[in-house]
């Protein structure tokens, strides 16, 4: 079956509604100017049958036989001007109201209501009302002169009326392309999008519905084309973390079985030094994709702010010796509790601890603390180290990023920490930055909100 196109049923679609709108136009101003014509015609000659009335009521001395009168016995001043009333559309009562020429659905005979002839025009004899003319809707029959107007008017309204068609299919035309251009810039884009050209976009041509439409495009566009862009980077850096652990238990395994490498002590603590960091990564990958996925178990609890600190503070204690640096903890008295799975928020603190550790120098230090903040709960942990470059604050947080890409691999962890802390952060409904100057340290805000 063949697809019409959106033009194609937009301008069918107004040029439908011209066309029933002006055929309705129209018929009703025919009607409406036929009507109004013949009233007028009969209200310019009322008069004339109120005197024609009159003068019969004068010579018979009563209305009997006035259904065989003719009702316009004066001329008038256009001699070929003269209308036929149908007397059917007037009724006649004398002064008991009783019907002496009937018009409409009344009968002769009858007696009509006071109210009904309340509204009539009297007919008067030397100044004495005799009967009274109740006018119903006037069939006026009128002469050539009177047909020939009208003969001129109706086509008048044809010609308007295909004026008027014609200007409405041509504005049909014009608007069923306008209102349609964006959706073709549309179908266009996505069928780019489909054959993989991410870098097309849609020209935003209005403030509209059909405006805003197309820059929702264009940013799930740009959302998707860094999300492929994450993958393609997170799948290389994914290769590259995994083959470095790898290669040396490979390495090693292969020169203790070929005799390269004694089978000490030594080369088997290194094996397993390698594994570990191969199970430590796979583990991050795992939390990770079970936080994208919103599989990540929290069993959340109104947990004090302090405990928090003093936990991450006995894990990283031993660590911070041994390099030489003071970890130091400071939490505001009165802080509201906040409600969190204790296990993931420390999770996230170690993260960040860990984080820290690794970049501050021998005899610098790192500080955790909290305080109450705009209704919530602020956690800094902060470093004495060299700080992070203004162009890398906000990729931090990306997975896999290393502000130092000269730093060993060995030295700098899987490089997921903080992009796990973000996700479980977030899952708490919390929210995560960092700040820092060139040389003066970073410090990592967590913001999240008090148990009610």
């Known amino acids: 079956m063949k697809m019409r196109s959106i033009t194609v049923k937009l301008l ?14 129209v018929l009703l101003a025919r009607w409406t100017t036929d009507r109004e014509f013949r009233n007028y015609v009969f209200n310019q000659n009322r008069n004339s049958i109120l005197t024609s009335l009159s003068d019969y009521y004068t010579r018979t001395g009563s209305w009997q036989g006035v259904e065989n009168f003719n009702l316009v016995p004066i001329p008038t001043p256009d001699p070929n001007f003269r209308p036929d009333f149908n007397r059917r559309f007037f009724t006649l ?36 009302t005799v009967g009274v003319m109740i006018t119903r809707t006037p069939d006026v029959r009128v002469n050539p002169v009177a047909n020939a107007f009208l003969a001129r008017v109706v086509p008048a309204f044809y010609i308007y009326a295909a004026g008027v068609i014609a200007l409405a299919v041509l504005l049909a ?22 054959e993989g050209r991410l870098t097309h976009e849609v020209p935003v041509r209005s403030r509209d519905e059909l405006g805003q439409l197309a820059s929702s495009f264009n940013r799930m566009n740009a959302e998707l084309r860094r999300s492929i862009e994450l993958r393609r980077q997170m799948t290389a850096d994914i290769a590259h973390e995994l083959r470095t652990p790898v290669s040396v238990i490979l390495g090693h395994a292969e020169g203790v079985h070929d005799g390269v490498l004694p089978p000490t002590l030594e080369t088997f603590e290194i094996i397993r030094d390698e594994a570990s960091r191969l199970e430590h990564l796979i583990e991050d990958l795992r939390t990770l994709s079970r936080a994208d996925a919103g599989e990540l178990p929290i069993e959340r609890r109104p947990v004090p702010p302090a405990r928090l600190l003093e936990a991450v503070h006995t894990v990283n204690q031993h660590r911070a010796s041994q390099r030489g640096i003071r970890l130091e903890i400071q939490a505001d008295p009165g802080l509201p509790d906040v409600n969190v799975d204790p296990d993931r928020m420390i999770q996230v603190l170690t993260n960040l601890v860990d984080n820290a550790l690794r970049y501050t120098p021998s005899n610098g230090t790192v500080r955790l603390s909290a305080r109450q903040v705009e209704g919530t709960v602020e956690i800094r942990v902060q470093d004495s180290g060299p700080g992070i470059k203004p162009e890398d604050l906000d990729r931090v947080f990306d997975r896999f990023y290393r502000s130092d890409t000269s730093r060993q691999r060995d030295e700098g962890g899987s490089g997921l920490g903080l992009a796990i802390a973000k996700s479980i952060v977030e899952k708490h409904d919390g929210h995560i930055w960092a700040e820092s100057r060139q040389g003066e340290g970073a410090t990592i805000f967590l913001r999240l909100p008090p148990a009610k």
């Open 93 to 128: 009562v004398d002064m008991q109201n009783q019907v002496v020429l009937a018009g409409g659905s009344d009968q002769v005979g009858e007696v009509l209501a006071a109210a009904d002839v309340q509204g009539g025009s009297p007919v008067k004899v030397n100044g004495v």
């Open 173 to 194: 035309f014009l608007l069923s392309r306008t209102l349609t251009r964006p959706i073709r810039d549309l179908t266009a884009a996505t069928r780019a999008v489909s």
């Open 12 to 25: 069918l679609a107004f040029l439908g509604v011209s066309l029933v709108s002006v055929v309705l136009i």
